[in-house]
């Protein structure tokens, strides 16, 4: 077969793999956020919490949301919880810290009048102890007609009231009940919660935890409701193993692309952009199959300004995050420059899940230049919206620094990063042609690019430098 023939073979084929994708994730970036600290809910439900009307305080956020670059807003957990959001206890009702579902309906209506679509966080590998499906099971024992809902050992003696089963639970957190997801009642449960949020507006699903749960379990649950919303976006939390065999298994639109996002700040902090090098080369395997979601910070891990040993290597995170194929994130403060560490120890969230002020204004102008920087790059996201889909090769490595091409639908650009003290110089094959380019074929960043659209085009950085060409 010839080399156009082996090309169009290959364009028809991942044509095919992406034809049931919901095709305004093409051009959705992120804005993360976890509502219950966000909006400074008291860290714990209970029965005499009254309903507080937090969530408006995120409408009074959408704006900057736009302002951003961003297009969708992804809510970390809403539902009534004991604690931190992840212990569920209702699915339907909206956590009374936040609000009800007044408020959720209005922060939908607002964020659907600015063109912001919502992503909810649905927590169904495990419920809290206070759910009422696991509660029924501690007041009627073996008889609860939810007991099949969870994996459970009881005593060999005959049960009495008090008598508490062994259980699964979540990573050795015991107040964290794990379901049993071969039950058919849990499935039927998970696809009528999922489709009673997304009847009410929300536009898809991140599933937590979605790696401790058989993908046998996913396949049914998104095959259920797609039937119903095809236009519903899930995406499931995996931090390693096969990406691409669990999308395909969980009959998943995408998940977590945590591999790329560990070797973006290892890779810079140990000034080894193999690393990096690596990790897109199995990025753009990734893409054959799927488009993963990408991140630079979530709730769940130290943010990248902390992460980052050198202040100045935030925007070469950013390029990365901006320039490669993926459905993009950012988690609320990153684009500030909040900073904050995570440990392991109770309450070591805390510092990556602070509460927000009453509106943008009120933060610090320091960080503006990080703002102004996420602005830049996120609208050259935007205006090439085939990024979403491009596929990555890498052009030139070594320790220090880095060049890569990503290219799609006939589009192409060219990325060179630096670490090094001194100016370097990096190989940019091809760069410096394409609409949209400034002087020299810089579309972002610095460099003097010397023959451009030439073979042996090259990127002349200045130290630390880092550009985005037109390809």
């Known amino acids: 077969m010839s ?12 044509e095919r793999v992406f034809a049931s994708g919901p095709g305004w994730v093409r051009h959705v970036v992120w804005w993360h956020v976890y509502p219950l600290g966000f909006t400074g809910a008291e860290p ?3 029965a005499d919490t009254p309903v507080t009307h937090r969530l408006d305080h995120l ?9 951003l670059g961003a297009s969708g807003l992804a809510l970390g957990p809403v539902f009534a919880s004991e604690t931190h959001g992840y212990d569920t206890t209702d699915h339907y009702r909206v956590d009374p810290r936040l609000g009800d579902d007044g408020d959720f309906d209005a922060l939908v209506a607002a964020a659907s009048a600015r063109g912001v679509r919502v992503l909810l966080d649905g927590v169904f590998n495990h419920v809290g102890r206070g759910h009422p499906a696991f509660r029924a099971v501690l007041e009627r024992g073996p008889s609860a007609a939810t007991a099949p809902w969870f994996r459970l050992r009881w005593p060999d003696a005959p049960w009495e009231p008090g008598v508490e089963p062994d259980h699964d639970d979540f990573e050795g957190h015991r107040h964290l009940v794990a ?20 009847d009410r507006g929300a536009a898809g699903w991140r599933l937590d935890a979605a790696y401790a749960v058989p993908v046998e379990f996913w396949a049914q649950v998104a095959e259920r409701v797609r039937a119903r919303h095809p236009d519903a976006y899930l995406m499931g939390e995996v931090i390693h193993g096969d990406y691409t065999a669990f999308v395909d298994g969980g009959r998943l639109d995408s998940v977590t692309q945590y591999e790329l996002w560990k070797a973006v700040w290892s890779s810079l902090n140990d000034r080894n952009f193999h690393e990096l090098a690596h990790a897109l080369r199995r990025h753009d395997g990734f893409l054959e199959h799927f488009v993963p979601y990408t991140f630079l910070g979530n709730h769940d891990v130290t943010r990248i300004a902390s992460r980052l040993t050198d202040p100045a290597h935030l925007a070469h995170a950013l390029v990365v995050l901006a320039t490669t194929g993926g459905t993009p994130a950012v988690y609320a403060g990153d684009e500030h420059g909040f900073r904050g560490v995570k440990e392991d120890r109770a309450g070591g969230d ?38 979403h889909r491009a596929r990555t090769e890498v052009l030139d490595v070594s320790n220090e620094f880095l060049s890569y091409a990503s290219a799609e639908e006939g589009e192409r650009v060219v990325v060179a990063l630096s670490t090094a003290g001194g100016p370097v110089e990096v190989r940019v094959p091809g760069a410096g042609t394409g609409a949209g380019a400034g002087a020299g074929g810089v579309l972002a960043g610095r460099a003097r690019l010397d023959a451009p659209g030439t073979p042996a085009a090259r990127a002349r950085l200045e130290p630390g430098g880092w550009v985005v060409l037109a390809g």
Do not use: I, K, Y
Request: aromatic share 6%; hydrophobic share 40%; charged share 30%.
């Open 3 to 14: 080399g156009d023939g082996e090309r169009r073979e290959r364009r028809e084929r991942r």
């Open 44 to 46: 714990r439900l209970t």
């Open 59 to 67: 409408v009074g956020w959408l704006d900057h949301l736009v302002e």
């Open 179 to 198: 379901l049993d997801h071969s039950c058919p009642a849990v499935v039927d449960h998970v696809v009528d919660v999922m489709n009673h949020w997304l």
């Open 350 to 387: 805390d510092e990556v899940r602070p509460p927000f002020p009453a509106s943008p204004a009120d933060l610090s102008p320091l960080g503006l230049p990080v703002f102004h920087l996420h602005q830049e790059l996120l609208g050259l996201r935007r205006r090439h919206p085939w990024l």
